[in-house]
Every structure is written in C-alpha cells, then in structure tokens.
C-alpha cells in the first residue's frame, strides 16, 4: 500500500528471534472476490481501511518450507493506495498476527531493500513501475 506522499506501508514482527518484513495480505474468504480480499486484509492488519485499488499485479506462484510441510501457493498482488489518512485500531485474526506493526518506508526502493521475501520484493518492484506509469 502506497500513501498519498509515495511512502510505502509494510508490517513488520519478531518471532522465535526471526526478524520479518511483509507485505499486507491473507486469504480470501468465501464469497468474496480477490480485490474485496485484498482490501480487508490490508485493514485488519494495518488500521488503514479508506483505500482504492489502483492496479492488479498479477499471481506469482511461491513455495517455500514449513515445520511439518512443503508448501506451494498462488498469491496474488495489488498495488492499493491510502485513499486518506485515517486510521483505526488493527484487527488481527491470531495473537502470531497480532504481532505485526505497520512500518512506513520512504518509498518502493526502500520497501523492496526491506522485505524478507522475494516473492513481495517482486511485487513491490512491479508496483513500483505501475505507481510511476501512472503518475
């Protein structure tokens, strides 16, 4: 998620020692359609609900090591805009969730030299060029 000023929104948490730098996202429930999805997760785990989707990044498919399982997904990105500024308390869905603070970078180079994941250093880079096509 991008504000108005360009500073990109990311989470961040500790766990067992493990430092983590995350996009905003989660799963979609039924009845609901990707962007309804993308748009809730965003608001229970950062506050931030006055958004507006500015473009659809596509599916990446990611795959990676679990304690008790090997798993592959598909995810799917948006780049979202903070329509303003308001802002209310996060609504986390577990108490590992819950762990996460929101972290404000001064833009998409930062965000991306941020993240823990190649996958959302992905996203943040092809966010980054649709966020300045549009500009």
């Keep these: 998620m991008v504000n108005l000023a360009g500073q990109v929104l990311l989470i961040e948490r500790t766990v067992d020692g493990v430092h983590e730098v995350r996009l905003p996202k989660g799963h979609i429930q039924p009845d609901e359609t990707p962007e309804a999805a993308a748009c ?9 609900c006055d958004l507006q989707i500015l473009a659809d990044l596509g599916w990446r498919t990611v795959s990676f090591e679990q304690p008790t399982a090997h798993v ?3 995810e799917r990105y948006y780049l979202i ?9 996060p609504r986390f869905s577990s108490q590992r969730e819950a762990l996460f603070r929101n972290r ?3 833009g998409f ?3 991306e030299s941020l993240l823990t994941f190649e996958a959302e250093k992905d996203a943040a880079r092809r966010a980054q060029a649709v966020y300045l096509a549009l500009r």
């Design 72 to 74: 592959v997904r598909e």
């Design 104 to 106: 404000w970078t001064a």
């Design 81 to 89: 805009i903070l329509a303003s500024e308001r802002h209310s308390l």
């Design 40 to 48: 809730r997760e965003v608001c229970e785990e950062t506050g931030y």
């Design 109 to 111: 180079a930062e965000a």
